[in-house]
């Protein structure tokens, strides 16, 4: 093998603001769902790692969460994180959705990747082309070189499957070599529990106001093939909230949402274990979570 055609592996992660398409990207270079996505700014919390399998290459895809200012200690350990994902990385793509001006959100997020993966190379990707004139994805383009010196720059639209390809080329040319790094067929190293967890996150959040997300948390408590059944598993999660006023809102008027919520989850988890579940769903409060460290490390923070 010439060092042209050798096997590559490494990490890269998606970078831009709430809503820039990350989540969804990285699903669809996986091929799978494993991030969650949400029309809601700020849903991705943990660091889930896509991953693509290339004849040629190892992707792993970290989904980090996205930048904010830290108001809380959770929006301090989220912070941290993104940090410490971007020096540790082999390539990050920053996103700029082609329908939205790049404004202060880009360029602060660009600065802070200046500053501190100054060795980490950045691919510039405007996402969402299908949603405006090929025109404006070009001046598009313009405008996001400006922000700072990319090793490339690239439009994709993750909804039309458009340049997704192109977009894995251009990322594993960033890889060094090195082997597989995850054994073929594995799309993520999360823990089964913890993607549970987000998908039930994920069916909590649809529809309900904008303050709610950063005050949801989801754990599985406990996960078991039931008793003399082959074909069924006993999920029980925890769903925490931190007032009682969102506790009312999660269950709904006589439990209606929690019941939609969790049809939708369990439709949801079927699909990723492959099995019949039993989703049994309880809400509790944690006043203040956010805030106290004990509870922080016991919801995985
Ligand atoms: N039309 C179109 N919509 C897209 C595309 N990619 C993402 N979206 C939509 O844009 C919204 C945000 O997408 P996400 O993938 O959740 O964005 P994100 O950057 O991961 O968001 P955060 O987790 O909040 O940081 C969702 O409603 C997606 O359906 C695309 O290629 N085309």
């Known amino acids: 093998m010439t060092s042209e055609d050798a096997h590559r592996s490494g990490f890269a992660c998606f970078v831009g603001r709430p809503n820039a398409g990350k989540s969804t990207l990285t699903n669809r270079l996986v091929g799978t769902k494993v991030a969650i996505t949400s029309s809601k700014p700020q849903t991705t919390r943990h660091a889930i ?3 693509v399998h290339r004849p040629d290459a190892q992707l792993i895809i970290v989904d980090t969460p996205g ?24 390539v990050v793509g920053l996103c700029v959705p ?22 980490t190379p950045v691919v510039g990707i405007v996402t969402k082309t299908d949603l405006v004139p090929k025109q404006q994805v070009a001046e598009q383009l313009l405008a996001l070189q400006d922000v700072m ?18 977009l894995s080329d251009v990322l594993v040319s960033q890889m060094p070599e090195g082997p597989q790094l995850y054994p073929d067929g594995e799309l993520t190293d999360e823990p089964e529990s913890t993607l549970i967890a987000e998908l039930i996150r994920e069916a909590a959040l649809e529809g309900v106001r904008d303050e709610l997300p950063h005050s949801l948390a989801v754990t599985v408590e406990e996960m078991n093939p039931r008793e003399g059944r082959d074909d069924l598993i006993d999920v029980h999660a925890l769903i925490y909230v ?20 969790g049809s939708q989850a369990r439709r949801q988890i079927q699909a990723l274990l492959g099995s019949k579940i039993y989703l049994d769903l309880h809400v509790k409060i944690a006043k203040d979570w956010q805030r106290d460290p004990k509870q922080l490390r016991k919801l995985g923070f």
């Open 49 to 51: 790692r896509g991953i």
């Open 149 to 166: 010196d990319f090793a490339e720059l690239i439009p994709v639209s993750a909804k039309d499957s458009f340049q997704v390809d192109e």
């Open 242 to 261: 931190e007032r009682s006023s969102q506790k009312a809102i999660v269950i709904g008027r006589g439990g209606e949402r929690l019941r939609e919520v």
């Open 98 to 119: 082609a329908d939205e001006k790049v404004g202060p959100g880009d360029r602060f997020i660009a600065e802070q990747l200046k500053k501190v993966a100054r060795r």
């Open 67 to 90: 930048l904010h200012r830290p108001r809380t200690l959770l929006g301090r350990r989220l912070n941290d994180l993104v940090y410490e994902t971007w020096s540790e990385v082999d």
